[in-house]
């Protein structure tokens, strides 16, 4: 069985409405979670990363108003799904223009776990219209 993290951007594709689901299938906790919109279709900044919802606690996001944004955590154990809602990304240098699912693939995700090892991967379109970035440890 794989020992990964997945994370999805809900599509369909040309939606406006960014939301984001990380599902911990490895089995060690998940510390903290990254993605960079420098690496994007077209450059993001994370403007907000709107409402969070799950079993674990969101203890600090880092980086919100700029390309790259983390999410820490504690107790964000393996079999367990946390989810952001509203999330709210701009082109970089261009706040007033709307940003689209298939516009933030290309971004880069990271996962780093409470052993301290890490894992990266990419968000990539999945023929069932989302975006997904699959981080194996």
């Not at 107790?75 to 367990?80: K, M, Q, S, T």
């Not at 509203?86 to 996962?111: C, K, M, Q």
Request: net charge negative; charged share 10%.
């Amino acid at each position: 069985m794989a020992q990964e993290v997945v994370a999805t951007f809900a599509g369909p594709l040309n939606s406006f409405s960014v939301n984001l689901t990380v599902n911990n299938g490895s089995g060690a906790q998940v510390q903290s979670f990254g993605i960079s919109g420098r690496t994007a279709k077209f450059p993001v900044t994370w403007d907000s990363m709107g409402s969070f919802s799950g079993p674990a606690t969101l203890t600090s996001t880092v980086g919100v108003n700029t390309e790259v944004v983390i999410a820490n955590f504690s107790g964000f154990a393996p079999g367990e799904q946390v989810a952001f809602s509203g999330i709210d990304p701009d082109f970089t240098g261009s706040a007033s223009a709307g940003v689209r699912i298939l516009d933030i693939a290309g971004a880069r995700a990271y996962v780093l776990f409470s052993d301290g090892t890490t894992a990266f991967g990419e968000f990539e379109a999945t023929t069932a219209g989302t975006l997904r970035a699959v981080m194996s440890k």
